[in-house]
């Protein structure tokens, strides 16, 4: 008799380890793939600011014309506004 | 959990990528966004005309241009023509030498409706060109005027300096 409750006091011991076992494993997972999703949505908001940020700058338009004529544009203006 | 992994990682990817190519993209003004002057001179073939809308010369200054380019002696006679300038014989002879005239121009000086009041104009002797700069805020007019008028010093010292030595020979 004592030996079954010895035996199976070990099971119910034994279980309860696996179940801790697992439980922590589980744990570790879901707190990895939070620590990626949530680094990947600062992420995309980090861009979502740099979008809205660089939206501020325009980028200049040129009327249809050659690389050559905007090419002369520039170096035109650049060389009049040195000083400015 | 897998799913959110996948759009997030999905918008990462796309977003910068869509982002990069509309800005990455060239973007060609049609005619009636450009400038009169433009309009008045792009189809001319004695006069190349050229727009730029929105351009960084630094942090602070962002200018719209037009650039009329003579390609012809009566192409750059129309420019001396409707900017009012008339090129001295001292002055010619500095070009000759390789040295450059600049002239600066505002509404009032030139013909009648060409420019507005918020437009300067530099006429370069050497290169015959004429580069206005259109709807100049108040803010910035100055600092344009003291880059033109910097530079036209500059260019009228090296000129004296022409005219003096050819004085002195």
């Known amino acids: 008799m004592e030996n079954i409750n010895t035996t199976g006091t070990e099971a119910v011991a034994a279980e309860r380890s696996l179940r801790s076992d697992m439980r922590g494993t589980y744990r570790r997972r879901l707190v990895a793939i939070n620590l990626a999703h949530y680094t990947m949505v600062m992420l995309l908001l980090g861009v979502i600011i740099w979008t809205l940020l660089s939206a501020l700058i325009v980028p200049p338009s040129f009327s249809h014309s050659t690389s050559e004529q905007q090419g002369n544009m520039i170096q035109c203006i650049d060389n009049i506004m040195q000083k400015a | ?169």
């Not at chain 2, 600049?102 to 009032?108: K, Q, V, Y």
């Not at chain 2, 005027?145 to 300096?161: M, Q, R, T």
């Open chain 2, 1 to 169: 959990m897998k799913r959110r992994l996948l759009i997030t990682l999905f918008l990462l990817i796309v977003v910068p990528l869509t982002v990069g190519f509309v800005r990455m993209h060239p973007r060609a003004l049609e005619p009636w966004e450009c400038s009169e002057l433009y309009q008045r001179y792009a189809d001319s073939p004695d006069i190349r005309a050229t727009y730029v809308k929105n351009y960084r010369v630094n942090d602070t200054l962002t200018l719209n241009a037009t650039l009329l380019e003579a390609l012809t002696d009566s192409g750059w006679a129309e420019l001396t023509n409707v900017f009012n300038i008339s090129i001295m014989p001292h002055d010619q002879a500095a070009i000759d030498k390789g040295y450059d005239v600049l002239s600066l121009i505002n509404n009032d000086r030139c013909q009648k409706g060409l420019l507005s009041s918020s437009d300067i104009a530099v006429l370069s002797c050497r290169n015959k060109y004429a580069c206005v700069f259109n709807n100049v805020d108040s803010i910035y007019y100055d600092k344009i005027i003291d880059a033109v008028l910097s530079k036209i010093f500059k260019s009228l010292n090296n000129n004296s300096n022409f005219i003096q030595n050819e004085e002195t020979l």
